[in-house]
C-alpha cells in the first residue's frame, strides 16, 4: 500500500528565504507525481507535476524534483513572499487517475 | 479558477442523516474522482467514475455511494451519517483522452458538518 509522508508538518520563514519541502512515498510505481497548494478552507491548485520519466519540473519560482528510486520529491521556493503561505501537498497517481496524498507542510512566509 | 463547480459549499447534517453533494466537472473532462479531507489530514480517495461506470474505490464502505451522469457530472451520495463523516469533500476531474495531459482539477469543495 502506497504511504506518503511529508516533512516538515509546518515551517515558517521569512520573506526572502528560499526553501524546500519534502515528500517520500513507499512504492516507486508510480505514474506521476502532483505538488498542490491548498489555501484555508479552499481546493486544491495544481502547482507542478513531474511524469515519472521526468527528474524535475520549474514553474517560475517554484521547482520540483523527483527520485523514484530513493522514493522522493522535493518542492523548492525560491525568494519566498506572503502570498506562498499555505498547505502544500504532494500527490502520487498510481493508476486510473487515483491520487495518494500526504497530510501536507503548511508554510508560513512572515513579511 | 479550475472549471470544477461543486455545491453546497457548506451544509450541516445530523447523525443518521443522508446527504447528496454535487460536482460539475470541467468541460471535456469524462473522468471525476471523489475525495475526502478531514481537517489537517490529506485528501483520501473514495471512488472514482469514468464513463458513468465506477472504475476504482478507496477504502470506504457502501454507505458512500455515487452517480456519474452523461454530461459528466457527479453526485456524491453518503448515507447514515456519522460524526466521522465530517469533512471537506472534494471533486476532481480529469481527462483519460490518450495524449492528453495527466493533471488533475479540484473544486473548491463542499464542507460537511455532521452533529
Known amino acids: 500500500k502506497q504511504e506518503v509522508t511529508q516533512i516538515p508538518a509546518a515551517l515558517s520563514v521569512p520573506e526572502g528565504e528560499n526553501l524546500v519541502l519534502n515528500c517520500s512515498f513507499t512504492?516507486?510505481?508510480?505514474?506521476?507525481l502532483q505538488w498542490f497548494r491548498q489555501d484555508p478552507g479552499k481546493g486544491l491548485t495544481s502547482l507542478l507535476l513531474i511524469q515519472s520519466s521526468q527528474r524535475e519540473q520549474t514553474s517560475g519560482r517554484l521547482n520540483a524534483s523527483l527520485d523514484k528510486s530513493s522514493g522522493r520529491s522535493t518542492l523548492y521556493i525560491a525568494a519566498s513572499q506572503p502570498g506562498d503561505s499555505a498547505t502544500y501537498l504532494c500527490a502520487l497517481q498510481t493508476g486510473a487517475n487515483n491520487l495518494f496524498f500526504g497530510t501536507g507542510t503548511r508554510l508560513t512566509v512572515i513579511p | 479558477e479550475t472549471g470544477v463547480t461543486q455545491s453546497p459549499t457548506h451544509l450541516i447534517k445530523t447523525r443518521g442523516q443522508q446527504v447528496t453533494l454535487r460536482c460539475s466537472s470541467q468541460s471535456g473532462h469524462n473522468t471525476v474522482s471523489w475525495y475526502q479531507q478531514a481537517l489537517g489530514q490529506g485528501p483520501q480517495f473514495i471512488f472514482q467514475y469514468y464513463r458513468e461506470e465506477e472504475n476504482g474505490r478507496g477504502n470506504f464502505p457502501p454507505r458512500f455511494s455515487g452517480l456519474q451522469f452523461p454530461n459528466y457530472s457527479s453526485e456524491l451520495n453518503v448515507n447514515a451519517l456519522e460524526l466521522d463523516d465530517s469533512a471537506l469533500y472534494l471533486c476532481a476531474s480529469s481527462s483519460r483522452i490518450p495524449g492528453s495531459e495527466n493533471t488533475i482539477y479540484f473544486g473548491e469543495g463542499s464542507w460537511l458538518t455532521v452533529v
Open positions: 512504492d516507486s510505481a508510480i505514474y506521476n
